[in-house]
């Protein structure tokens, strides 16, 4: 089974910190992609990645950076945090063709006070 | 308006039961559906994909689609309480990597 491991589940954090989510997958996948998720507003693409050094803007990527040095590894950044960034956070990843079968890790849950 | 859209329920039937699932989506040049389940705490995971119009039945699930309506659904039957959870639809176009995912709609199957 592809598994996706996100190091966090839960993260509490302060405004204006610099926050990092980091994202591991052991399939050798090509895509990665950060969502998050917010009660009524379902997940929301934030970057995603179609190889190694390579990323694209999602549709909420304001506020985030992403990182993709290893093709296993996909970190996204706050960069400062604020308060309406407060919000579950998904990593998923996927072969290129089959785009659509999105593995997903099990979210880390971030706090931002 | 959104691009996909879905009841937020709860939608609630007893088991047993055929629960029907409803979504709408707004890009006429969609081309792949997807149903993912959601268990309360826990990570998204695909059930039924669809790409053509009709049904696409899988064991206890049937996926339909009607691209001229733009509408599709995801038919449980004989709900179980393990059906519990949130169903969220899912959309691409065939040139991009994103799926558009709708808001999910809340499913409880009462014992």
């Known amino acids: 089974d592809v598994k996706v491991t996100q190091s966090s589940r839960y993260l509490v954090k302060r405004t204006g910190e610099k926050v990092f989510l980091e994202c591991v997958q052991d399939m050798d996948h090509e895509n990665m992609f950060w969502y998050r998720q917010d009660p009524g507003l379902g997940l929301r693409l934030i970057y995603f990645s179609y190889d190694v050094k390579m990323k694209e803007k999602g549709d909420i990527p304001e506020g985030y950076s992403v990182s993709r040095e290893k093709k296993e590894r996909f970190s996204l950044i706050l960069e400062s945090a604020s308060t309406n960034q407060t919000s579950m956070y998904l990593c998923?990843?996927?072969?290129?063709?089959?785009?659509?079968?999105?593995?997903f890790g099990a979210g880390s849950r971030l706090t931002v006070l | 308006q959104k691009e996909v859209e879905q009841n937020s329920g709860p939608l609630s039937v007893p088991e047993g039961a055929i629960a029907s699932l409803n979504c709408t989506y707004s890009d006429r040049g969609s081309q792949s559906f997807f149903w993912y389940r959601q268990y309360s705490g826990k990570s998204p995971e695909l059930i039924m994909s669809i790409y053509s119009n009709g049904d696409k039945e899988d064991g206890r699930f049937t996926a339909q689609l009607n691209k001229a309506s733009q509408y599709v659904s995801l038919l449980i039957r004989d709900s179980q309480p393990s059906d519990s959870a949130t169903y969220l639809c899912a959309v691409r176009m065939d040139s991009s990597y994103k799926l558009i995912f709708g808001s999910g709609t809340r499913l409880l199957v009462r014992p």
């Open positions: 998923a990843s996927s072969f290129p063709a089959g785009a659509n079968v999105l593995t």
